[in-house]
């Protein structure tokens, strides 16, 4: 069992940057797949990044490539979002999920373990 607990977002001029975390519970962490998704108001949830459990691969949407980066620390049990050069497309409440297995997931449906989200809103 994990449970996930997001943090960070809040409001932001476009081109500023935030920095997701989320906490995770557990003592297998390392061994998950992480991800972050996005959902903004009437749309589907929306791939973001994934990073695969052995945690030697990332895979970015194209939307974020080149500005949002994606990192773990075992040690702490975390995962973090660096998001820079922000622009309001990027409005949306940020999801952080964990799913079994040593590969990266881009489909939400791959992920078992959710956090409730931690709203991001960028003002142009």
């Known amino acids: 069992q994990v449970q996930l607990v997001e943090s960070g977002g809040g409001l932001v001029q476009a081109g500023g940057s935030l920095r997701l975390s989320c906490a995770a519970s557990g003592r297998t962490f390392s061994t998950y797949a992480m991800g972050w998704f996005r959902q903004a108001p009437g749309k589907e949830r929306e791939f973001v990044v994934a990073?695969?459990?052995?945690?030697?691969?990332?895979y970015y949407a194209e939307s974020v490539k080149g500005r949002f980066t994606i990192s773990r620390d075992n040690a702490k049990n975390a995962v973090y979002l660096q998001m820079n050069s922000l622009k309001p497309e990027d409005t949306a409440t940020y999801y952080c999920?964990?799913?079994?297995?040593?590969?990266?997931?881009?489909?939400?449906?791959?992920?078992?373990?959710w956090g409730q989200g931690t709203q991001v809103t960028v003002s142009s």
């Open positions: 990073l695969s459990g052995s945690g030697g691969t990332t």
């Open positions: 999920a964990a799913a079994l297995g040593p590969y990266y997931y881009t489909v939400p449906q791959n992920y078992v373990y």
